[in-house]
C-alpha cells in the first residue's frame, strides 16, 4: 500500500506539472496571467493546477472514506462531483487575488470563476474519471482476493468439520457407546445408532452451504447432543430456548455444534461439576449458546481455528461479527441470525 501511494505521489506532480504547461495555452490574450513573462507564466499555472489537484485529491480521499463501499458508488460519484465542480470553480481564487490576478470585488471574482468555468469543468472530469477508475479496479481486484479466500476458507472449514470437530476420536467413542448399548438395552443402542446416522447424514449434506435454516441446525445439534450425553449421562446437560417464530431464519451450519464441541473441549465434565449448556435467542437477532465456565487445569490440545472459522465466514456474510463475553461463572457466544428476505443476495 506503501508503494503505491509513493507512486501516486510521482504520477500526480508529473501531472501537475504537464497540465500546467498546457494550461498556459489556454489563456486568452489580454488576461492578467497571459501578460506574464513565460516562466512565470509557467510557475503561476503550475501552482494553480497544484492548488486544484491536490484539493481535488483530498476531496477524492475524503468521500471514499465516507462511502468506501461498491453500493455506494452512484452517491459518492454524484457527491464528489459536485464538490469537485465548486472547488474547481473557486479553489484558486485566494491565490489569484494575492498575485493581484483578480480584483478585489464581487465582479472580479464572478469573471474569474466565469473565465475558466469550461476548462474547470473538464480538468475536474478528467480527474475524477482518473481516480474512480483506479478506486474502482482496486475494489475489484479486493473482491476477487476476498473470493479466493473464501473459497480456501471453505475448503479449511470442510476438512475441520470432518477432521477435527467430527474426528475419528468422536466417532471411536460413539462406538464404544453403542457397543455398550447393544449388550444393555438393544432399543437405546437402535436409537443412538440413528442419531448417528443423522449428525453424519447433516455434515455431509451441508458442510458446502452458506446457510441452512436454524430449525435445521438445532435438530442437529440435539442429535449431537443426545450422543453426547450418552457418554456424559448425568454429567451434561443442554436447554434449547428458541421460540418457533425464529425458526425460519438462517445460521452457518454446524456452528452451533463447534461451540458445544469447544465447551466440552475445554471445560471439565463430571458428576461433581456437571456442564450444562444453554441455548437461546437474544433480542430476535442472534443465538447464545452459553456454558457454565470450569476450565480444566490440562487442555485438549487444540487447533484453535474453530471459533476463527466461525468468525470469517459471518465476516464474509455481510461483515457480520460473532460476540464472546467472558464472566467469571459464563461463557457466551452470539451468534448473529439471518433473514433471508431481507438478504436475497446470500445464498442457501
Known amino acids: 500500500m506503501k508503494n503505491f501511494k509513493i507512486r501516486e505521489i510521482h504520477v500526480r506532480w508529473v501531472g501537475i506539472f504537464l497540465v500546467g504547461f498546457l494550461v498556459m495555452f489556454t489563456e486568452q490574450e489580454g488576461t492578467p496571467a497571459a501578460a506574464l513573462p513565460f516562466w512565470s507564466h509557467y510557475f503561476v499555472s503550475v501552482a494553480f493546477t497544484a492548488i486544484y489537484w491536490n484539493g481535488a485529491y483530498l476531496l477524492f480521499m475524503w468521500f471514499r472514506k465516507v462511502f468506501p463501499e461498491i453500493s455506494q458508488t452512484y452517491k459518492r460519484l454524484f457527491l ?18 494575492a498575485l493581484g490576478l483578480v480584483e478585489y470585488t464581487l465582479s472580479g471574482v464572478f469573471l474569474a470563476c466565469s473565465e475558466y468555468f469550461m476548462l474547470n469543468i473538464i480538468l475536474a472530469i478528467i480527474i475524477g474519471t482518473i481516480y474512480e477508475t483506479v478506486f474502482f479496479f482496486e475494489k475489484w481486484k479486493e473482491s476477487i482476493q476476498q473470493n479466493e479466500e473464501l473459497k480456501n476458507q471453505q475448503i479449511r472449514t470442510q476438512f475441520e468439520v470432518l477432521q477435527n470437530q467430527m474426528s475419528p476420536h468422536f466417532l471411536f467413542n460413539s462406538l464404544n457407546t453403542l457397543t455398550t448399548l447393544i449388550a444393555e438395552n438393544q432399543q437405546v443402542a437402535i436409537d443412538f445408532t440413528q442419531k448417528l446416522s443423522e449428525v453424519y447424514r447433516y455434515i455431509l449434506q451441508n458442510k458446502e452451504r452458506d446457510l441452512v435454516h436454524l430449525h435445521e441446525e438445532l ?4 442429535s449431537y447432543l443426545y450422543l453426547l450425553k450418552m457418554r456424559f449421562p448425568d454429567n451434561l446437560t443442554a436447554t434449547f430456548n428458541v421460540d418457533k417464530k425464529y425458526e425460519h431464519l438462517s445460521i452457518a451450519p454446524l456452528t452451533i455444534q463447534m461451540l458445544v464441541e469447544n465447551a466440552i473441549k475445554h471445560n471439565v465434565v463430571s458428576k461433581a ?18 456454558n457454565n465456565l470450569q476450565k480444566r487445569p490440562v487442555i485438549e490440545k487444540s487447533t484453535k481455528t474453530g471459533l476463527a472459522n466461525i468468525r470469517k465466514r459471518y465476516e464474509y456474510l455481510g461483515n457480520r461479527q460473532i460476540e464472546i463475553i467472558t464472566t467469571p461463572k459464563n461463557y457466551m457466544v452470539a451468534i448473529p441470525l439471518i433473514d433471508l428476505i431481507e438478504n436475497r443476495n446470500i445464498a442457501v
Not at 464528489?80 to 487575488?97: D, E, Q, R
Open 80 to 97: 464528489t462531483y459536485m464538490a469537485l465542480f465548486v472547488w474547481m470553480s473557486i479553489g484558486g481564487i485566494p491565490f489569484k487575488m
Open 219 to 222: 435438530d442437529f445439534a440435539k
Open 273 to 290: 461439576d456437571p456442564l450444562h449448556i444453554d441455548v437461546y435467542v437474544e433480542n430476535g437477532s442472534s443465538i447464545v449458546v452459553k
